[in-house]
């Protein structure tokens, strides 16, 4: 799959823009067990024209990896138009519009997902950066505000028509937020339809290496992007690439093996950042992993780890967990 000249490869798999999750750490940690494209957490237009320090920081990416997506949100064209090109003096591969995020304190100010009830709003933006910038313009959304209006499949066909070079769908309205399943036969009449030229990524509820695949078969989408699925489980890149080329499962992943992994990823956080801010960064993360699933009486326990303040507090947990799986 290409965006423009950026050569993806076949059946690539990325890295969702979540905030508060995708810094440089985890994009690179997600990187090395074979994530394709990763992108950044969101960035206000509002905060970078007005010159925030921490929205500016969101800016800082890598070669190391490359090729990585910038995501701006915002609702005002001018003001888009200003970011994007601040963005594009970052040097990211893509720059990406959040049409999809669905909380109240983005959507219920009519950017994000609350664009989905500002179509021509959200084309004028779309059209404008477009315009603007000389790298790659995409696009991320979802079907439609609720159930009552799923617009994608026309709505992809104005995105398109406004110059961006991929689009991605969530397969959810914005009511749902991220409850229920994620409806993907939308994602894939939009794929299928003739008018279609752009590549087009599918997003949710890809949990597994099989989900995955079935994805890219039933569907025909071009990449398939992951996003809640790798909280505390960067190396879900690693599996589903492994099934994806070999049409099998990878070799079992130790706990331990496993657990260093985590080790590393509040090394990592704590290393940007510093101990007391990557600490609250990081524990949420790792107390969603999966990889704890089915311990006996676990609860207290996640408690503690949402507490650990220290890099020896959430060490000290691990060892703990570690003679229990």
Not at 57 to 84: C, F, H, W
Request: aromatic share 6%; net charge neutral.
């Amino acid at each position: 799959m290409k965006i423009k000249d950026i050569d993806l490869g076949k059946h690539p798999i990325l890295l969702a823009p979540m905030e508060d999750v995708t810094d440089p750490a985890f994009r690179l940690m997600c990187k090395g067990f074979g994530a394709d494209m990763v992108y950044t957490e969101f960035v206000s237009s509002d905060a970078l024209i007005r010159s925030v320090s921490k929205t500016e920081q969101k800016l800082n990416i890598s070669d190391e990896e490359r090729p990585v997506a910038i995501q701006i949100y915002g609702k005002d064209t001018d003001t888009m138009v200003e970011a994007a090109r601040i963005v594009e003096q970052a040097r990211p591969d893509i720059l990406d519009i959040n049409f999809g995020c669905p909380v109240k304190r983005v959507a219920g100010k009519g950017a994000g997902a609350g664009m989905l009830q500002n179509i021509p709003k959200m084309l004028e933006i779309t059209r404008a950066v477009a315009d603007a910038v000389k790298i790659p313009v995409t696009v991320k959304t979802r079907l439609g505000w609720d159930a009552g209006s799923k617009i994608i499949v026309d709505l992809a066909e104005q995105l398109q028509d406004c110059g961006i070079a991929a689009l991605t769908i969530h397969g959810r309205t914005r009511a749902q937020m991220y409850t229920g399943e994620a409806d993907w036969t939308l994602i894939g009449e939009v794929k299928n339809n003739p008018r279609m030229h752009i590549p087009i990524i599918g997003n949710g509820d890809v949990t597994t290496p099989q989900r995955a695949k079935e994805c890219f078969d039933r569907y025909g989408v071009d990449a398939v992007m992951i996003g809640r699925a790798s909280f505390g489980r960067p190396w879900i890149f690693k599996e589903v690439k492994h099934y994806l080329e070999t049409g099998e499962g990878i070799p079992p992943l130790s706990s331990e093996w496993k657990l260093n992994v985590l080790r590393q990823e509040v090394e990592d956080s704590v290393k940007l950042l510093d101990e007391r801010r990557g600490i609250l960064h990081v524990r949420r993360h790792l107390a969603a992993s999966p990889l704890f699933k089915g311990i006996p009486n676990f609860r207290e326990t996640r408690i503690a780890m949402l507490r650990a303040e220290t890099k020896e507090e959430l060490y000290r947990i691990f060892d703990e967990i570690e003679k229990l799986i």
